[in-house]
């Protein structure tokens, strides 16, 4: 400190390919607080040692050693199952990012939940054959029912934009209380009567160690054989390879997947080779803006 003024706060913000967008969102009064970026692990490494915040995309763990002033880590997503490792000091505050993803996220569960109802992928084939398929009719989401299992504010965005187009909305919530996006609220015990009564399913809710495979072999059983799963939360809520035996088995019509348990997933993934799968790279959340 000179001349009886504070030393600025350095804030590093770490991207490995959107640095740069992500430091122009921070607000930093000149002469207060410096931010620097970081664009890959060896950048952030040599940077973290002076940060007192970091603001950051998937922080390799081995950078905690080197971040003695370290005191407040705000994540770029929704959750922070990811940051919450043992390496990260015990007195730095993690913070998240809620209420920004909910509206990019509910265009990309409604917008999939369209392509299966519009039989989008059945016309596909059908114009790489080079065929007229006029005697095969969309459907429609009015009257379809949308169940969203976790009503954080992402879920409950879904929820309203999904009632707007007509669908019943079925929610699971921790407490099972009433909302008023959703026309009814089961309680995690009764998920699989929700699931049971879903045609598309949409998983919004944190990666914790109770919801870590909660989706597994018994709950996709419960699903109807022309139901499908949209998965935008977290790869570790399902068990993959029984995701992969239903679909291959036709005990389940098809899945989008945002997530992944490993990303990315390895090239032999089984869920990248099957038919009525539709896989993005993250990005339900994502814009350019």
Avoid: K
């Avoid at 054959?129 to 969203?148: M, Q």
């Avoid at 022309?226 to 035996?245: F, I, K």
């Amino acid at each position: 400190m000179r001349d009886g003024r504070r030393a600025p706060v350095t804030v590093l913000v770490y991207h490995p390919a959107h640095a740069a967008r992500y430091a122009a969102l921070v607000d930093a009064p000149r002469g207060r607080v410096r931010v620097r970026v970081a664009r890959s692990a060896e950048e952030a490494a040599s940077a973290i040692a002076d940060a007192q915040v970091l603001y950051a995309w998937d922080v390799p763990a081995r950078l905690y050693a080197r971040a003695a002033r370290l005191r407040w880590l705000q994540v770029m997503g929704a959750g922070v199952d990811a940051a919450l490792v043992p390496e990260l000091p015990p007195d730095v505050t993690v913070t998240r990012a809620p209420g920004v993803f909910g509206a990019w996220m509910a265009e990309y569960v409604l917008g999939w939940c369209a392509w299966v109802t519009q039989r989008m992928a059945t016309y596909l084939e059908a114009q790489r054959a080079r065929r007229w398929a006029a005697d095969v009719l969309p459907d429609r989401l009015r009257g379809r029912t949308l169940t969203i299992v976790g009503l954080g504010d992402i879920g409950r965005t879904i929820a309203r934009a999904a009632r707007g187009l007509g669908m019943r909305v079925l929610g699971v919530s921790r407490t099972g209380a009433d909302a008023r996006e959703a026309d009814r609220v089961y309680r995690p015990r009764d998920l699989r009567r929700a699931l049971a009564a879903a045609d598309f399913v949409a998983l919004t809710l944190p990666l914790t160690a109770p919801t870590r495979g909660l989706i597994g072999a018994r709950e996709l059983a419960a699903m109807r054989p022309t139901a499908a799963l949209v998965n935008c939360a977290r790869g570790g809520l399902v068990d993959e390879q029984a995701l992969a035996s239903s679909l291959r088995e036709g005990r389940l019509a098809g899945a989008g997947l945002d997530v992944f348990e490993q990303e990315p997933p390895p090239v032999d993934h089984p869920l990248l080779q099957l038919n009525g799968v539709i896989v993005s790279p993250h990005i339900a959340g994502a814009t350019e803006d």
